[in-house]
């Protein structure tokens, strides 16, 4: 199938780079034209605007032309615009970023009256999702879900995966909710570490309690793993100032419960720890999580 892939960052390289493998037709376009030049070496047709972009979707053959945009969420509703003016009738636009649901059908609808159609894929993976597969929660137009699923199947191997959820912003939902509960799992892994570290027994080896834990124990899971992974690397967490990011999901997640009156204590205390970090509450635990983020996604081991 022929597809342009919008923002080359970490994950959005990686989709774009997992498709040429499966012989999908690939436009790339991205602000930073050295990542166009770079993955048009590996057989991407390189686009340098958006007009660029969907006159050579329309170059490559008459099918529908897919888009999918991997851009960051504070920039998706001008993007919509923009792309609302230019695309050809028919078109599939994808929102595979982690945009705010509520905005979703309002996106929607401004891609409907083009002419077209919006799916939102809230899509996690982070930058292992090139060697495992991501995982793809879909909302938007049953029809079009079922149009673009050969893309999704690519995507998703060898260990991911795709599921429809229902109308406009249910995706995003989805993977908003996966994310506040990541931010519970994670923060309750930090602070069990930083017992071990800190408790009543001297030298206790960190990395080799993660290694026994991760052996069919009942917190075995991806997330140990990297943790584990991490402290064998830096057993210390040395260089690691502790600062930790908030990306919006677990905001979203919480203000949306606040409004249905329900009560998210785990996922709320997680968040609160995140944004004290960025007040200087810094401590073993709180370096770890930098540590985690930075193994799944890639994200900046220092700073917010």
């Known amino acids: 199938m022929k597809i342009a892939i919008i923002g080359l960052g970490k994950m959005g390289y990686q989709i774009a780079e997992k498709l040429l493998k499966d012989n999908h037709k690939v436009v790339t376009f991205d602000y930073d034209s050295a990542l166009v030049d770079k993955i048009s070496a590996n057989g991407a047709i390189a686009a340098y ?53 509520r905005g979703d059908f309002a996106r929607y609808e401004k891609i409907e009256k083009a002419g077209s159609t919006l799916l939102d894929i809230g899509t996690s993976g982070g930058v292992w999702g090139m060697e495992n597969g991501f995982s793809m929660m879909v909302g938007g137009a049953n029809a079009a879900y079922e149009e673009v699923k050969p893309i999704l199947d690519t995507l998703a191997r060898p260990n991911g995966g795709h ?6 912003g249910s995706g995003h939902y989805v993977k908003m909710i996966h994310n506040a509960i990541e931010y519970g799992m994670m923060e309750s892994l930090a602070e069990g570490y930083r017992m071990l570290k800190e408790g009543p027994f001297d030298n206790i080896d960190l990395a080799k309690a993660g290694d026994i834990w991760q052996q069919s124990s009942v917190i075995t899971s991806w997330l140990n793993d990297l943790t584990r992974q991490a402290l064998h690397e830096n057993p210390t967490l040395a260089n690691i100032d502790g600062v930790v990011a908030e990306s919006g999901e677990a905001r979203w997640t919480l203000e949306t419960a606040h409004n249905l009156n329900i009560n998210m204590p785990s996922i709320q205390a997680a968040f609160d720890v995140r944004l004290k970090s960025q007040n200087g ?6 370096k770890l999580l930098a540590a985690m983020r930075n193994k799944f996604g890639g994200h900046n081991i220092n700073g917010k």
């Open 49 to 101: 605007s958006e007009v660029e972009v969907v006159k050579k979707l329309a170059e490559i053959d008459s099918q529908k032309a897919i888009i999918w945009l991997m851009i960051p969420s504070q920039y998706i509703d001008e993007s919509i615009s923009q792309w609302q003016g230019i695309i050809d009738e028919n078109t599939i636009l994808i929102d595979g970023g982690n945009s705010d649901y």
């Open 163 to 168: 599921k429809y959820f229902g109308k406009s």
């Open 281 to 286: 509450e810094i401590n073993f635990a709180t």
